[in-house]
């Protein structure tokens, strides 16, 4: 057990919906980053998130937002969702730096219907 | 798009057996992470490699950092079932202080029969 813990574990939306997915990081553990994973893929990097601030994005629309909170958890908000959306949605925490070990936490099942 | 091609993509082998899986990049990473994810969980990492060249072993894993820190290998010796999962390679990348991201290949799916 990693420590970080993501809830749900599973969500149902429907199409257009919005949908926010939370993540509670280790303890001590300052960065967030949120990763979706498509059935059959390795997990694709949305952003990350450091002192609250998003520190890094990648190749996602602005419908896909985050935030971070002083306690270091956080939080992934989709807008407008979309069938293509539905895929496990995968949060990790870790210290600052570039070689630090990423924690995972179980993910949330997203499906969108 | 994935930068990380990981191969084969499905692997299934009796128990006892070895088998290597290979990551290959045309990118240059600061490090290499070699994970294994059970179905509906997350990822759990196994080993970080960071200098070129490095072999690391994990008791029956032996892990590999091609010189040029482009592509790495996974190695495992006489296979168990309870191996069987999906492994991941990660590429790290940034300039350093919190600002890197991991670059996932598409995994490659082991299962080990009995």
């Known amino acids: 057990e990693t420590g970080v813990t993501q809830s749900p574990t599973h969500l149902i939306k429907t199409r257009g919906q919005q949908v926010t997915l939370r993540c509670s990081s280790q303890?001590?553990?300052?960065?967030v980053s949120w990763y979706q994973q498509a059935l059959g893929q390795g997990p694709q990097f949305i952003f990350q998130?450091?002192?609250?601030?998003?520190?890094g994005r990648g190749n996602f629309p602005p419908r896909f937002s985050g935030l971070q909170f002083p306690n270091y958890s956080s939080e992934l908000n989709v807008n407008a969702l979309e069938l293509d959306d539905s895929a496990l949605y995968l949060c990790?925490?870790?210290?600052?730096?570039?070689?630090?070990?990423?924690?995972f936490g179980q993910g949330t099942r997203l499906t969108v219907v | 798009t994935q930068l990380l091609e990981q191969s084969p993509q499905f692997l299934s082998i009796q128990e006892g057996e070895n088998l290597t899986v290979y990551c290959n990049s045309s990118?240059?990473?600061?490090?290499l992470q070699w994970y294994r994810q059970e179905p509906g969980e997350g990822p759990v990492l196994l080993v970080t490699?960071?200098?070129?060249?490095e072999v690391k072993k994990l008791k029956r894993l032996t892990f590999q950092f091609g010189d040029a820190r482009k592509d790495s290998s996974l190695h495992i010796t006489a296979a168990q079932p309870g191996d069987t999962g999906l492994y991941l390679c990660?590429?790290?990348?940034?300039?350093?202080?919190?600002?890197?991201?991991?670059?996932f290949g598409k995994g490659t799916l082991l299962t080990v029969n009995p």
């Open positions: 990790a925490s870790s210290l600052t730096g570039i070689n630090t070990e990423a924690f």
């Open positions: 303890s001590g553990h300052n960065t």
């Open positions: 998130y450091y002192r609250e601030e998003e520190n």
């Open positions: 990118s240059v990473f600061s490090s």
């Open positions: 490699v960071v200098t070129g060249g």
């Open positions: 990660a590429g790290a990348r940034g300039s350093g202080g919190s600002n890197y991201k991991l670059t």
